[in-house]
């Protein structure tokens, strides 16, 4: 077992609590920096974060402020887990606090939109000072709501030949939340990220009823279109073997509590993606990320058939029938295709 340190997790939604959950039962001493003066309130007061995980009660030793400073500031281990979309401004405000020695873990799954940067590229430019020694990426099958309500699950943490992985490990590592390491920092995050973009198909697969068959289909031929990516930016194809390619994507394609999911059937029943994400307080990170792995696979050459067809529904009213038909008339194809 690993001393109490001080931890602290950057941004208070869903993940980032579930997060300071499982540091606390940890014994650590934790703190959850988080934007909204309500979640600061709700979490050090009522212990629950009332805004993004009603219902579920927190450890009370979780202390919780908006000042950036004070949050990271003297912190060995630093959790940065804002959407994609603000994690370099978020990491830009930590970075002059985060210590030397401090180990640096990104739990955020996504591809930034503008750049096209995974979260290490985004990390590189906001926490330059941070080496590859001390930021790690943690992803895998990890539905907030359960893991803060104590739910037995297993990630995965990743750095570049896994030094930092391995001295995250027996910081989080609990029975009910066992943490397995990879030197693979860039399949990782790209199962991550690209995983949300089949759950949205597989939730308008399963919303038009097109029956378990075509949702197997679909969950396989997503990931083989997720380990062409990976492999096309320097992945380990065995990564996506593992709790950040088929364990998180068969959780995104299959679990009810997916937002991306729910998105797609949404549109399937014929509901405005646009519409339906500004009903939502919370992310729906496949959303984005469609765009931003279809820019990427038409930059880089990479076949990703689901994406392109899950992009142009969402961003090009590209009518739903439409995108299964282009996708099942597709012409004669090796399994293994782009990979090996
Ligand atoms: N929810 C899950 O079960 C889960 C599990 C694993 C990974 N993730 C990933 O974790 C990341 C965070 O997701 P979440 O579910 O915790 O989010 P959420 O939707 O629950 O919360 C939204 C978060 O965005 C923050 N935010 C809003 N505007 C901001 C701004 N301008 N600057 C900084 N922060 C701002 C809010 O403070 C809040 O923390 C995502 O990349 C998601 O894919 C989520």
Redesign the pocket.
């Given at each position: 077992m690993h001393a109490m340190a001080k931890v602290t997790v950057v941004?208070?939604?869903?993940?980032?609590t579930a997060l300071a959950c499982v540091a606390a039962r940890r014994e650590h001493e934790v703190t959850l920096w988080?934007?909204?003066p309500q979640?600061v309130a709700d979490v050090g007061e009522q212990h629950e974060n009332v805004p993004?995980l009603p219902g579920v009660k927190l450890p009370s030793s979780i202390r919780a402020t908006s000042d950036m400073r004070a949050a990271v500031e003297g912190a060995a281990l630093v959790v940065l887990?804002?959407?994609?979309a603000?994690l370099r401004?978020?990491a830009t405000k930590a970075a002059p606090h985060v210590g030397a020695d401090a180990a640096v873990v990104v739990?955020?799954?996504?591809i930034e939109e503008k750049s096209l940067e995974l979260m290490s590229q985004v990390l590189a430019e906001a926490m330059p000072a941070v080496g590859a020694d001390h930021l790690a990426f943690l992803s895998g099958p990890?539905?907030?709501?359960e893991v803060a309500g104590g739910l037995p699950a297993d990630v995965v943490v990743a750095s570049a030949g896994a030094t930092a992985a391995l001295r995250v490990q027996p910081m989080l590592h609990a029975p009910l939340f066992r943490v397995y390491t990879s030197a693979d920092p860039v399949g990782v995050q790209v199962g991550g990220a690209v995983k949300?973009v089949i759950a949205i198909a597989a939730g308008a697969c399963d919303a038009l009823g097109l029956g378990t068959n075509a949702r197997a289909a679909l969950i396989t031929r997503g990931l083989a279109e997720i380990t062409r990516l990976g492999v096309a930016m320097g992945a380990d194809p065995l990564t996506f073997l593992g709790l950040a390619g088929v364990g998180d994507l068969v959780l995104t394609c299959t679990g009810e509590l997916s937002r991306n999911r729910t998105l797609g059937a949404k549109v399937a029943q014929g509901i405005d993606p646009q519409a339906y994400l500004a009903s939502q307080?919370?992310?729906a990170?496949g959303f984005t990320t469609c765009a931003a792995a279809w820019a990427l696979a038409t930059k880089l050459g990479v076949d990703m058939p689901i994406t392109e067809q899950v992009f142009h529904v969402l961003h090009e009213r590209r009518p739903l029938l439409e995108a299964l038909k282009l996708l099942v008339t597709r012409g004669f194809k090796h399994e293994l295709q782009g990979i090996r």
């Open positions: 941004g208070g939604g869903a993940w980032g988080a934007i909204e979640v993004y887990v804002p959407p994609s603000f401004d978020v739990a955020t799954k996504g990890s539905f907030a709501r949300n307080r919370s992310v990170e």
